[in-house]
T-cell receptor, first 112, second 113 residues
Framework: EAQVTQNPRYLITVTGKKLTVTCSQN?????MSWYRQDPGLGLRQIYY???????DKGDVPEGYKVSRKEKRNFPLILESPSPNQTSLYFC???????????FGSGTRLTVV | QKEVEQDPGPLSVPEGAIVSLNCTYS??????FMWYRQYSRKGPELLMY????GNKEDGRFTAQVDKSSKYISLFIRDSQPSDSATYLC?????????????FGKGTLLTVNP
């Protein structure tokens, strides 16, 4: 079954404590992306990756890092989380033919 | 003006009603248009995908694109309680910008039994 798997699903952490949200896909898609979703603001792109070792900033990259060492994995790293990064995060992938995204189930992050 | 505008609702209809959801956009470079459905606590899932202007039908769902007016619609016939979700429009250009989707903020739909 084609899947985008995110972990963890829920996370509560404290300000400044580094964390990583993992994303893994089994569809061999080149393009992967991270979004955050906030009430009234919709989905906003954080970072994206066109392929292994190729990453670039989206619309709201401040406070986030990513890496793409393997095709299937695209972790999102928060080096020093702050309360304004409390949000619902989604990983998404897209095939080369560009026929839409496949999203993961989401990670609800709370930073206190 | 935002690139994509979508009325957030909420929209509440009785079961069996015809639902119309709409988005307008300002970027004439958009060529591909999508509708996603997002259930509570779930990731968005692709519902409809269309290229350029015209209509596309899939079961109870019809997507319409009018590029001259920069206006897209999703119609749901014989709506069911299971259609209750947030509906997101999304669009993208072609060529070098082929990968990035620009989303509307979503419309919350409730279908009442």
């Amino acid at each position: 079954e084609a899947q985008v798997t995110q972990n963890p699903r829920y996370l509560i952490t404290v300000t400044g404590k580094k964390l990583t949200v993992t994303c893994s896909q089994n569809m061999n898609h080149e393009y992967m992306s991270w979004y955050r979703q906030d009430p009234g603001l919709g989905l906003r792109q954080i970072y994206y990756s066109m392929n292994v070792e190729v990453t670039d900033k989206g619309d709201v990259p401040e406070g986030y890092k990513v890496s793409r060492k393997e095709k299937r994995n695209f972790p999102l790293i928060l080096e020093s989380p702050s309360p304004n990064q409390t949000s619902l995060y989604f990983c998404a992938t897209q095939s080369r033919d560009g026929t839409g995204y496949t999203f993961g189930s989401g990670t609800r992050l709370t930073v206190v | 003006q935002k690139e994509v505008e979508q009325d957030p609702g909420p929209l509440s209809v009785p079961e069996g009603a015809i639902v119309s959801l709409n988005c307008t956009y300002s970027n004439s470079a958009f060529q591909y248009f999508m509708w996603y459905r997002q259930y509570s606590r779930k990731g968005p899932e692709l519902l409809m995908y269309t290229y350029s202007s015209g209509n596309k039908e899939d079961g109870r769902f019809t997507a319409q694109v009018d590029k001259s007016s920069k206006y897209i619609s999703l119609f749901i016939r014989d709506s069911q309680p299971s259609d209750s979700a947030t509906y997101l429009c999304a669009m993208k250009g072609s060529g070098g910008s082929n990968y990035k989707l620009t989303f509307g903020k979503g419309t919350l739909l409730t279908v009442n039994p």
